[in-house]
């Protein structure tokens, strides 16, 4: 497999959803709700749209997963897994907390990543073996050893009005042992800044694949430990993620308990 190849297809097809994205950015358009507090807007079907092209240009027998559009199924074990824009409320509202994410897994092995913010035209990517970067330099995890120096972020469930006790529960301890706690709105990008050392660590249950496979990839690329709430193996299809810079993970595993 030319795993360049799918790094440079995914690379393109992430400039070309930002692209999309930053036309919309600020201004006028559709606004639906999937669910409560869920939402959808024309700028996640465009960019849908967008990353579709590039990678069925380049793939067209490749299976595709995407948030808006579902799956669309190939005729290989390669899988493309796709949120067009992670943190949709926030766009909403013109906070500028917001990513494309693109994975590619083959056999159900996550092999590479990207996430780029748009706005702030970061752009994070990782291949396996290879290493994580921040556009074009390499990164890593923190080496922070302490709760009490600590930076966490985390994110809440759509239906966090079931189980809110716990959710909080797990938020208090984590907000009372840490030098502080984070909520931006994209898992995605939460991901990615503890890959390059900005947080020591993410936590947050009922995520989608589509939510965390690219920025798993570059966390572990970059050197982080990914688990359950319970230290058990993770999966995209999990129910919980646990990522830290490693040396501050077993606190946060007993905090989240």
């Known amino acids: 497999m030319d795993l360049e190849k799918i790094r440079d297809v995914g690379l393109a097809a992430a400039a070309r959803a930002g692209d999309v994205l ?6 006028s358009y559709g606004v639906k709700k999937k669910g409560a507090i869920d939402l959808v807007t024309d700028a996640d079907v465009a960019s849908e ?5 590039v ?3 380049a793939f067209p027998r490749h299976t595709i997963q995407a948030e808006e559009g579902g799956i669309a199924a190939g005729e ?9 824009l992670d943190g949709t409320t926030n766009f909403a509202h013109n906070l500028p907390d917001f990513s494309v994410s693109i994975a590619f897994s083959n056999e159900d092995q996550l092999l590479f990543g990207v996430v780029l913010n748009p706005v702030n035209k970061e752009l994070f990517w990782a291949m ?3 290493g994580a970067y921040l556009n074009g330099d390499p990164v890593g995890v923190s080496d922070v050893q302490r709760m009490q120096d600590a930076l966490l972020v985390t994110g809440f469930p759509y239906d966090s009005k079931s189980g809110l006790e716990a959710i909080m529960g ?3 301890r984590c907000l009372q042992a840490s030098q502080g706690v984070r909520r931006l709105g994209s898992a995605a990008l939460d991901l990615c800044y503890v890959a390059c050392g900005r947080f020591e660590g ?3 249950q009922n995520l989608a694949p589509w939510d965390t496979a690219a920025g798993v990839v570059i966390a572990a690329q970059a050197g982080a430990t990914i688990t359950d709430f319970s230290n058990g193996m993770y999966s995209i299809t999990g129910d ?3 990522a830290t810079n490693g040396l501050v993970h077993e606190e946060l595993v007993t905090l989240l308990r």
């Open 22 to 27: 930053r036309r919309f950015w600020g201004k």
């Open 49 to 53: 749209k967008a990353i579709k092209a």
């Open 55 to 57: 990678i069925q240009t």
């Open 76 to 84: 290989t074990a390669c899988t493309w897994i796709i949120d067009p």
């Open 128 to 130: 396996e073996g290879k």
């Open 170 to 172: 797990r938020f208090q």
């Open 202 to 204: 993410f936590w947050e």
């Open 240 to 242: 919980e993620i646990l």
